[in-house]
């Protein structure tokens, strides 16, 4: 084979793979960014600011600072999630046919997920444990190095690791002292439950459009509700 077939061949390859690298499909989309937040790519500890509107890819994640916050839109309208200061979370996702397996890895932080029924599944794994949901609102906040907390909000959750399962309801923390300890669930105690730290309400509403089993759109609206202190 000549020198100009292998370049050739060669040529074709490096076309082939930024072609793929291109048509990745993203996850999920940030539609609110206050601070400093940034997108930061695989196990890399640099990042770039993000605005609203920076999509995201599975595999990167979001590193949030101090007095600082994201909301990030999962790209099937399937659910939200909030990103706390201090935080870093790892976004993951899989279509299933016509929907999308969506997860989150906070590996510190904390965050308000709000998952919408017949959206496809929903985990957020932790260092600790992992919860799955179909439809549902809660916090989880996970302490660096240490255990992680789950507050309910709305629905079920399955809290779950090699040592046991749970089953968490609104009104209820469950917590995981380690991911060799079994999930254990209680009645939320009066102000442990995270709190929304923007003075600004309008910022926790949302009107979100998707379509329906019969392809007609439709708008949902909702706010993540503030804690009296």
Not at 11 to 27: D, H, N, R, W, Y
Not at 35 to 61: E, F, N
């Amino acid at each position: 084979m000549g020198n100009r077939n292998i370049f050739l061949i060669l040529l074709g390859l490096c076309f082939l793979i930024s072609t793929v690298q291109a048509g990745v499909e993203p996850v999920a989309i940030v539609i609110k960014a206050r601070g400093k937040v940034y997108l930061v790519q695989g196990s890399s500890k640099k990042g770039h600011l993000v605005k609203r509107g920076q999509r995201i890819a599975a595999g990167q994640s979001i590193f949030t600072k101090a007095k600082s916050f994201a909301i990030v839109k999962f790209i099937d309208n399937g659910g939200v999630v909030r990103i706390q200061a201090n935080s870093l979370c790892r976004f993951g996702g899989k279509r299933v046919k016509r929907n999308l397996a969506k997860n989150i890895y906070l590996e510190v932080g904390t965050v308000f997920s709000k998952v919408f029924k017949n959206k496809g599944g929903f985990r957020v794994g932790t260092p600790t444990s992992v919860a799955s949901v179909k439809g549902t609102a809660f916090w989880t906040k996970q302490k660096f190095k240490g255990p992680t907390y789950y507050f309910g909000e709305e629905g079920v959750v399955e809290i779950s690791n090699k040592s046991g399962v749970a089953l968490l309801k609104a009104g209820m923390t469950g917590y995981v002292l380690s991911p060799n300890s079994k999930p254990i669930v209680r009645k939320t105690r009066k102000g442990e439950k995270p709190v929304i730290e923007s003075e600004d309400q309008a910022l926790d509403e949302f009107d979100l459009k998707f379509e329906d089993a019969n392809g007609h759109t439709k708008s949902l609206k909702f706010k993540i509700q503030k804690n009296k202190k």
